[in-house]
DNA sequence: AAGCTCTCCTGATGGC
DNA sequence: TGCCATCAGGAGAGCT
Protein backbone atom coordinates (compact mmCIF):
# COMPACT_ATOMS: atom_id res chain seq x y z
CA UNK A 1 0.00 0.00 0.00
CA UNK A 2 2.31 2.59 -1.47
CA UNK A 3 1.84 6.05 -0.92
CA UNK A 4 1.47 8.62 2.66
CA UNK A 5 -2.20 7.64 3.40
CA UNK A 6 -1.87 4.47 3.05
CA UNK A 7 0.94 3.70 4.75
CA UNK A 8 -0.27 5.67 7.68
CA UNK A 9 -3.53 2.95 8.23
CA UNK A 10 -0.88 0.41 8.28
CA UNK A 11 1.02 2.73 11.08
CA UNK A 12 -1.98 2.69 13.35
CA UNK A 13 -3.02 -0.52 13.04
CA UNK A 14 0.87 -1.50 14.14
CA UNK A 15 0.48 1.13 16.85
CA UNK A 16 -2.89 -0.40 17.69
CA UNK A 17 -1.84 -4.38 17.57
CA UNK A 18 1.97 -4.44 18.11
CA UNK A 19 3.39 -1.68 19.58
CA UNK A 20 3.96 -2.36 23.72
CA UNK A 21 4.48 -6.35 22.78
CA UNK A 22 7.54 -8.69 22.67
CA UNK A 23 8.63 -10.71 19.46
CA UNK A 24 9.40 -14.49 20.46
CA UNK A 25 10.37 -15.30 17.15
CA UNK A 26 10.92 -13.87 13.28
CA UNK A 27 11.16 -16.38 10.54
CA UNK A 28 11.97 -15.02 6.49
CA UNK A 29 10.68 -17.07 4.25
CA UNK A 30 12.61 -14.86 1.02
CA UNK A 31 15.88 -13.18 1.56
CA UNK A 32 15.04 -10.51 -0.50
CA UNK A 33 12.67 -9.26 1.99
CA UNK A 34 15.64 -8.48 4.18
CA UNK A 35 18.54 -7.31 1.44
CA UNK A 36 18.76 -4.26 2.76
CA UNK A 37 19.50 -5.67 6.37
CA UNK A 38 23.07 -5.76 5.18
CA UNK A 39 24.71 -8.07 8.41
CA UNK A 40 22.03 -10.70 6.26
CA UNK A 41 18.69 -12.57 7.31
CA UNK A 42 20.26 -14.36 10.19
CA UNK A 43 21.48 -11.16 11.89
CA UNK A 44 18.38 -9.80 11.17
CA UNK A 45 16.32 -12.59 12.84
CA UNK A 46 18.78 -12.81 16.09
CA UNK A 47 18.39 -9.01 16.64
CA UNK A 48 14.41 -9.07 17.25
CA UNK A 49 14.39 -12.25 19.45
CA UNK A 50 12.75 -11.02 22.56
CA UNK A 51 13.05 -7.61 21.26
CA UNK A 52 9.69 -5.33 22.65
CA UNK A 53 7.93 -2.51 19.85
CA UNK A 54 8.52 0.72 21.76
CA UNK A 55 6.03 2.39 18.96
CA UNK A 56 5.31 2.93 15.48
CA UNK A 57 6.34 5.67 13.45
CA UNK A 58 6.44 6.92 9.99
CA UNK A 59 8.41 9.51 7.28
CA UNK A 60 6.19 9.74 4.18
CA UNK A 61 6.43 5.77 3.00
CA UNK A 62 9.00 4.53 5.82
CA UNK A 63 7.75 2.85 8.68
CA UNK A 64 9.56 2.21 11.72
CA UNK A 65 9.17 0.26 15.30
CA UNK A 66 12.08 1.51 17.88
CA UNK A 67 13.12 -1.82 19.31
CA UNK A 68 13.24 -1.09 23.13
CA UNK A 69 16.41 -0.65 24.57
CA UNK A 70 18.60 -1.41 21.71
CA UNK A 71 18.94 2.14 20.23
CA UNK A 72 17.55 1.01 16.94
CA UNK A 73 14.60 0.00 14.60
CA UNK A 74 12.70 -2.22 12.41
CA UNK A 75 12.40 -0.06 9.64
CA UNK A 76 9.60 -1.28 6.88
CA UNK A 77 9.03 -0.33 3.30
CA UNK A 78 5.91 -1.33 1.75
CA UNK A 79 7.35 -0.80 -1.97
CA UNK A 80 4.85 -1.91 -4.75
CA UNK A 81 2.81 -4.87 -3.04
CA UNK A 82 3.89 -4.91 0.71
CA UNK A 83 1.38 -5.75 3.40
CA UNK A 84 1.59 -5.84 7.51
CA UNK A 85 -0.79 -8.07 8.69
CA UNK A 86 -1.84 -8.71 11.62
CA UNK A 87 -3.92 -12.30 11.84
CA UNK A 88 -4.65 -14.93 14.28
CA UNK A 89 -1.42 -17.56 14.93
CA UNK A 90 -3.85 -20.46 13.39
CA UNK A 91 -4.28 -18.40 10.82
CA UNK A 92 -3.74 -20.48 7.36
CA UNK A 93 -0.64 -19.59 5.23
CA UNK A 94 -1.14 -17.96 2.26
CA UNK A 95 1.06 -16.96 -0.92
CA UNK A 96 3.33 -14.56 -0.56
CA UNK A 97 3.96 -14.78 3.18
CA UNK A 98 7.76 -13.39 3.32
CA UNK A 99 8.19 -13.34 6.83
CA UNK A 100 6.50 -14.06 9.96
CA UNK A 101 6.65 -12.48 13.29
CA UNK A 102 5.49 -14.46 16.52
CA UNK A 103 5.19 -13.19 19.99
CA UNK A 104 5.56 -13.72 23.47
CA UNK A 105 2.16 -13.58 24.66
CA UNK A 106 1.02 -15.94 22.09
CA UNK A 107 -1.31 -13.59 20.69
CA UNK A 108 -2.07 -12.21 16.85
CA UNK A 109 0.90 -12.54 14.87
CA UNK A 110 2.69 -10.11 12.66
CA UNK A 111 3.12 -10.92 8.77
CA UNK A 112 4.79 -9.29 6.00
CA UNK A 113 3.48 -10.33 2.47
CA UNK A 114 4.71 -9.01 -0.46
CA UNK A 115 3.82 -10.18 -4.00
CA UNK A 116 6.14 -8.39 -5.73
CA UNK A 117 8.94 -8.25 -3.23
CA UNK A 118 9.96 -4.79 -4.02
CA UNK A 119 9.32 -3.93 0.03
CA UNK A 120 11.91 -4.53 2.39
CA UNK A 121 12.76 -4.85 6.39
CA UNK A 122 15.66 -3.71 7.85
CA UNK A 123 17.07 -2.99 11.49
CA UNK A 124 19.19 0.30 11.32
CA UNK A 125 20.43 2.47 14.11
CA UNK A 126 19.01 5.70 16.14
CA UNK A 127 20.41 8.45 17.05
CA UNK A 128 20.23 11.05 19.58
CA UNK A 129 20.44 13.79 17.00
CA UNK A 130 18.40 12.18 14.29
CA UNK A 131 14.27 11.81 15.00
CA UNK A 132 14.68 9.05 12.40
CA UNK A 133 16.22 5.92 11.54
CA UNK A 134 20.16 6.37 9.92
CA UNK A 135 18.87 4.04 6.66
CA UNK A 136 16.27 6.66 6.41
CA UNK A 137 18.00 9.50 6.68
CA UNK A 138 17.90 10.43 3.45
CA UNK A 139 14.20 10.71 3.19
CA UNK A 140 12.63 14.33 3.03
CA UNK A 141 9.87 15.45 6.06
CA UNK A 142 6.80 14.39 4.21
CA UNK A 143 3.65 17.22 4.00
CA UNK A 144 1.92 15.82 6.87
CA UNK A 145 4.58 15.97 9.29
CA UNK A 146 4.48 19.52 11.86
CA UNK A 147 7.70 20.18 11.45
CA UNK A 148 7.91 20.43 7.23
CA UNK A 149 9.19 23.55 6.60
CA UNK A 150 6.87 25.04 3.89
CA UNK A 151 8.83 27.86 2.62
CA UNK A 152 12.10 25.93 2.77
CA UNK A 153 10.37 23.17 0.28
CA UNK A 154 9.02 26.00 -2.09
CA UNK A 155 12.96 27.65 -2.49
CA UNK A 156 14.11 23.98 -3.04
CA UNK A 157 11.39 23.11 -5.43
CA UNK A 158 11.91 26.17 -7.69
CA UNK A 159 15.25 26.24 -7.46
CA UNK A 160 15.13 22.38 -9.57
CA UNK A 161 16.07 21.94 -13.06
CA UNK A 162 13.07 19.24 -13.73
CA UNK A 163 9.15 18.82 -14.24
CA UNK A 164 7.24 19.43 -11.30
CA UNK A 165 5.99 15.51 -10.78
CA UNK A 166 9.28 14.18 -11.05
CA UNK A 167 10.37 16.66 -8.03
CA UNK A 168 7.45 15.70 -6.30
CA UNK A 169 8.50 11.85 -6.86
CA UNK A 170 11.52 13.28 -5.31
CA UNK A 171 11.59 11.15 -1.85
CA UNK A 172 14.59 13.40 -0.75
CA UNK A 173 12.58 16.05 -1.57
CA UNK A 174 9.17 15.62 -0.24
CA UNK A 175 8.34 12.28 0.77
CA UNK A 176 4.92 9.77 0.85
CA UNK A 177 4.11 11.22 -2.11
CA UNK A 178 4.12 8.82 -5.44
CA UNK A 179 1.66 7.95 -8.18
CA UNK A 180 -1.78 8.82 -7.62
CA UNK A 181 -1.25 11.54 -5.28
CA UNK A 182 0.87 13.72 -7.40
CA UNK A 183 -1.40 13.42 -9.97
CA UNK A 184 -4.35 14.27 -8.08
CA UNK A 185 -2.94 17.22 -6.42
CA UNK A 186 -1.94 18.47 -9.82
CA UNK A 187 -5.15 18.15 -10.74
CA UNK A 188 -6.82 20.35 -7.79
CA UNK A 189 -3.75 22.99 -8.72
CA UNK A 190 -4.75 22.77 -12.33
CA UNK A 191 -0.68 21.97 -13.39
CA UNK A 192 0.43 19.73 -15.94
CA UNK A 193 2.64 17.56 -14.89
CA UNK A 194 5.84 18.44 -17.45
CA UNK A 195 5.15 22.23 -15.61
CA UNK A 196 9.06 23.22 -15.28
CA UNK A 197 9.49 23.87 -11.58
CA UNK A 198 11.63 26.82 -12.15
CA UNK A 199 8.26 28.40 -13.71
CA UNK A 200 6.50 27.97 -10.34
CA UNK A 201 5.76 31.04 -8.46
CA UNK A 202 5.70 30.87 -4.29
CA UNK A 203 1.78 31.32 -4.45
CA UNK A 204 1.47 28.51 -6.82
CA UNK A 205 3.55 26.07 -5.07
CA UNK A 206 1.77 27.19 -1.42
CA UNK A 207 -1.49 26.40 -3.19
CA UNK A 208 -0.05 23.07 -4.64
CA UNK A 209 1.25 21.74 -1.31
CA UNK A 210 -2.48 22.64 0.23
CA UNK A 211 -3.48 20.58 -2.78
CA UNK A 212 -1.44 17.95 -1.29
CA UNK A 213 -2.60 18.02 1.75
CA UNK A 214 -6.03 18.20 1.09
CA UNK A 215 -6.10 14.95 -1.03
CA UNK A 216 -3.78 13.03 1.70
CA UNK A 217 -6.40 14.05 4.33
CA UNK A 218 -9.37 13.33 2.45
CA UNK A 219 -7.60 9.90 1.17
CA UNK A 220 -6.48 8.87 4.96
CA UNK A 221 -10.03 9.79 6.45
CA UNK A 222 -11.44 7.10 3.92
CA UNK A 223 -8.68 4.46 4.42
CA UNK A 224 -6.60 4.99 1.83
CA UNK A 225 -6.77 4.22 -1.81
CA UNK A 226 -7.07 0.58 -3.21
CA UNK A 227 -8.23 -1.29 -6.65
CA UNK A 228 -7.71 -4.80 -5.24
CA UNK A 229 -6.93 -6.47 -2.70
CA UNK A 230 -2.97 -5.77 -2.88
CA UNK A 231 -3.65 -2.75 -1.02
CA UNK A 232 -5.34 -3.38 2.35
CA UNK A 233 -4.84 -2.42 6.27
CA UNK A 234 -3.61 -4.56 9.27
CA UNK A 235 -6.80 -6.48 9.16
CA UNK A 236 -6.88 -7.07 5.30
CA UNK A 237 -9.55 -4.48 4.52
CA UNK A 238 -9.43 -2.19 1.92
CA UNK A 239 -9.77 1.67 1.48
CA UNK A 240 -12.27 3.41 -0.47
CA UNK A 241 -10.60 6.61 -1.67
CA UNK A 242 -10.88 5.34 -5.21
CA UNK A 243 -13.98 6.37 -5.49
CA UNK A 244 -13.02 9.71 -5.21
CA UNK A 245 -10.04 10.17 -7.35
CA UNK A 246 -10.50 12.86 -9.65
CA UNK A 247 -7.56 11.92 -12.52
CA UNK A 248 -6.18 8.93 -11.75
CA UNK A 249 -6.82 5.87 -13.34
CA UNK A 250 -9.60 7.84 -15.10
CA UNK A 251 -8.47 7.68 -18.77
CA UNK A 252 -10.91 8.82 -21.55
CA UNK A 253 -13.48 9.74 -18.35
CA UNK A 254 -14.85 12.92 -18.09
CA UNK A 255 -13.33 15.38 -15.97
CA UNK A 256 -15.41 16.23 -13.30
CA UNK A 257 -14.63 19.79 -13.23
CA UNK A 258 -15.28 20.75 -16.60
CA UNK A 259 -16.49 17.17 -18.65
CA UNK A 260 -13.33 16.89 -21.06
CA UNK A 261 -11.90 13.25 -21.27
CA UNK A 262 -9.09 12.88 -18.71
CA UNK A 263 -5.95 11.97 -20.54
CA UNK A 264 -3.31 9.49 -20.14
CA UNK A 265 0.49 10.06 -21.03
CA UNK A 266 3.53 7.69 -20.49
CA UNK A 267 5.64 9.12 -17.88
CA UNK A 268 8.30 6.85 -16.03
CA UNK A 269 7.46 3.47 -17.06
CA UNK A 270 4.26 4.36 -15.78
CA UNK A 271 1.68 6.94 -16.59
CA UNK A 272 0.54 10.15 -15.39
CA UNK A 273 -3.62 11.72 -15.92
CA UNK A 274 -4.53 14.95 -16.38
CA UNK A 275 -7.37 16.78 -17.60
CA UNK A 276 -5.97 18.37 -21.39
CA UNK A 277 -8.04 21.63 -20.74
CA UNK A 278 -7.80 22.10 -16.77
CA UNK A 279 -4.26 21.23 -17.02
CA UNK A 280 -2.72 22.47 -20.15
CA UNK A 281 0.44 20.81 -21.74
CA UNK A 282 3.63 23.67 -20.60
CA UNK A 283 4.95 25.93 -23.83
CA UNK A 284 8.27 24.53 -23.17
CA UNK A 285 8.26 22.08 -21.19
CA UNK A 286 10.83 20.16 -18.83
CA UNK A 287 10.41 16.22 -19.33
C1' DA B 1 26.59 16.80 -9.24
C1' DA B 2 21.94 17.01 -10.10
C1' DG B 3 18.98 14.68 -13.11
C1' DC B 4 17.57 10.70 -15.58
C1' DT B 5 17.16 5.64 -16.90
C1' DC B 6 17.01 1.28 -15.76
C1' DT B 7 16.21 -2.64 -12.91
C1' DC B 8 14.54 -5.58 -9.35
C1' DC B 9 9.78 -9.12 -9.21
C1' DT B 10 5.05 -11.31 -9.84
C1' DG B 11 0.60 -11.25 -11.72
C1' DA B 12 -3.44 -9.36 -14.32
C1' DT B 13 -5.17 -8.09 -18.60
C1' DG B 14 -5.84 -7.51 -23.47
C1' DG B 15 -4.69 -8.14 -28.44
C1' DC B 16 -3.70 -11.38 -32.00
C1' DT C 1 -6.05 -21.86 -26.12
C1' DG C 2 -1.71 -19.91 -26.08
C1' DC C 3 1.65 -16.44 -26.47
C1' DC C 4 3.34 -11.99 -26.14
C1' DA C 5 3.35 -7.20 -24.83
C1' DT C 6 2.00 -3.88 -21.55
C1' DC C 7 0.99 -2.26 -17.17
C1' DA C 8 1.02 -1.77 -11.83
C1' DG C 9 0.34 2.87 -5.31
C1' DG C 10 8.55 2.38 -5.50
C1' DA C 11 13.26 3.45 -4.86
C1' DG C 12 17.95 3.30 -5.40
C1' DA C 13 22.26 1.98 -8.09
C1' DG C 14 24.71 3.75 -11.52
C1' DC C 15 25.06 6.34 -15.55
C1' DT C 16 26.02 11.31 -17.70
Request: glycine residues 8%.
Amino acid sequence: MPELPEVEVVRRGLDDHVVGRTVRAVEVYHPRSTRRHLPGTSDFVAQLAGTTFEKASRRGKYLWLPLRDRGSALIAHLGMSGQLLVVPPSAPGVEHLRVRFTFADAGPELRFVDQRTFGALSISELTDRADVPERIAHIARDPVDPQFDDASFITALRSRHTGVKRALLDQSLISGVGNIYADEALWQAKMHWARPTRTLTRPVVTALLAALREVMAAALAAGGTSFDSLYVNVNGASGYFDRSLEAYGREGEPCRRCGTAIRRDPFLNRSSYTCPRCQPRPRNPHW
